[in-house]
T-cell receptor
Framework: EPEVTQTPSHQVTQMGQEVILRCVPI?????FYWYRQILGQKVEFLVS????????KSEIFDDQFSVERPDGSNFTLKIRSTKLEDSAMYFC???????????FGPGTRLTVT | KQEVTQIPAALSVPEGENLVLNCSFT??????LQWFRQDPGKGLTSLLL?????REQTSGRLNASLDKSSGRSTLYIAASQPGDSATYLC?????????????FGKGTKLSVIP
């Protein structure tokens, strides 16, 4: 069964460093998302991506964040200068059509020290 | 702004019992509602998707209902098993133009005791 994959599973970085989180969505899906979950809190929407551009973003997704689909398979989230409060589990999701389910990857646990 | 609430926050039941998890949302203008399962430290597994025009969906021992006008959904689990122990999340996507991003509740942590 097709699935969303994410790498790395765990990333430790120092405050102020740049990180890139990688995702491979399900191959025929058109809509891509990043969410995050701070420990003990709700899953929160960050950004959605369709037709090679951002379609919506939340107030969390400030200038420190960017997304890219560099080729036909990968979808990346970059955090330019990490802060302690960026420590969270980051989930990538994809969806085939408007009425479809969102399928989530296993997540990348980001720890900023 | 859409708010999703799940009650109870935690639930412990003996194996074999039927149970109901509740989800409520403040804005009834939704496109669809999705139930997920999350195991500790893991990703989200989609269980059921209900479109706004539907009243319920079934998958195996799971049945989800939707009452859009009152802003409520329930997830019914029949004949619970220890393997059902996990956190169950409810999420809604908004209707209208947009990317249909999900707004999540905090979840109900279910423990099924053998």
């Amino acid at each position: 069964e097709p699935e969303v994959t994410q790498t790395p599973s765990h990333q430790v970085t120092q405050m102020g460093q740049e990180v890139i989180l990688r995702c491979v969505p399900i191959s025929n899906h058109l809509y891509f998302y990043w969410y995050r979950q701070i420990l003990g809190q709700k899953v929160e929407f960050l950004v959605s991506f369709y037709n090679n551009e951002i379609s919506e973003k939340s107030e969390i997704f400030d200038d420190q964040f960017s997304v890219e689909r560099p080729d036909g398979s990968n979808f990346t989230l970059k955090i330019r200068s990490t802060k302690l409060e960026d420590s969270a589990m980051y989930f990538c999701a994809s969806r085939g059509g408007l009425a479809g389910e969102q399928y989530f990857g296993p997540g990348t646990r980001l720890t900023v020290t | 702004k859409q708010e999703v609430t799940q009650i109870p926050a935690a639930l412990s039941v003996p194996e074999g019992e039927n149970l109901v998890l509740n989800c409520s949302f403040t804005d009834s203008a939704i496109y669809n509602l999705q139930w997920f399962r999350q195991d500790p430290g893991k990703g989200l597994t989609s269980l059921l998707l209900i479109q706004s025009s539907q009243r319920e969906q079934t998958s195996g021992r799971l049945n989800a209902s939707l009452d859009k006008s009152s802003g409520r959904s329930t997830l019914y689990i029949a004949a619970s098993q220890p393997g059902d122990s996990a956190t169950y999340l409810c999420a809604v996507s908004p209707s209208g133009a947009g990317s249909y991003q999900l707004t999540f509740g905090k979840g109900t942590k279910l423990s099924v005791i053998p």
